[in-house]
């Protein structure tokens, strides 16, 4: 049996179909890890290391996905086509070999911008790997984020009365 993670319970439901029993579609329910939420998640001096955590809603997913991994032949994960879905692949691969649940699996990236029989079927005779550019770029922006967005917010609360946040800080990465 193969493996397929997406990030959806609908979308799994659907491509489950198109793939017929030889596969097995489960969610990721979006990412499965972030930042710690303490001081020091980045450490610029490190090499601008990062510090990630697995978060509570993803620990479930993460239980039934290595449960399925011991029958697995491979693992395919489609999450979606731009940086954020490549990182959410990324950080999926990273816990499961962390866990120990990978061993030797082969471990692809199937991408596709519709959820249509022809679709789903053309990415699984074309996988690929991880693109590590996307998730450099991904990292580049959580790092971005939480050094001078997550900083600057507090001084826009004090100075402007009623704003929000600084936002998210753009990368064009």
């Known amino acids: 049996m193969k493996l397929v993670i997406v ?4 979308k799994a439901k659907t491509i ?6 030889d596969y097995k579609v489960l ?3 979006g990412h499965v890890r972030d ?7 980045v450490v610029p001096d490190d090499d601008f290391a990062m510090h990630w955590e697995v978060g509570d809603r993803a620990r479930r997913p993460l239980g039934e996905i290595g449960q ?18 490549e990182a959410i692949s ?3 691969r990273e816990v499961l070999k962390a866990q120990r649940k990978l ?3 082969p471990v692809k990236r199937v991408v596709f911008n519709e959820i249509t029989r022809s679709a789903v079927l053309e990415a699984m005779r074309n996988p690929r790997d991880i693109d590590a550019d996307l998730v450099d ?6 790092a971005l984020d939480y050094l001078v967005g997550f900083n600057l917010s507090p001084v826009l609360w004090r100075q402007l009365p009623g704003s929000r946040s600084a936002g998210r800080v753009p990368s064009v990465a």
Do not use: F, V
Not at 77 to 83: A, C, G, L, M, Q
Not at 137 to 142: E, K, T, V
């Open 103 to 105: 061993k030797s699996l």
């Open 90 to 92: 990324w950080h999926l």
């Open 16 to 21: 489950n179909k198109y793939l017929g029993a």
């Open 35 to 41: 930042l710690k939420d303490k001081d020091g998640a």
């Open 68 to 85: 399925a991994l011991r029958d697995a032949s491979a693992l395919y994960i489609d999450t979606d086509t731009e940086r954020e879905g």
């Open 27 to 29: 969610a990721s329910y």
């Open 137 to 142: 770029a991904y990292m580049a922006r959580r």
């Open 7 to 10: 990030e959806s319970p609908a």
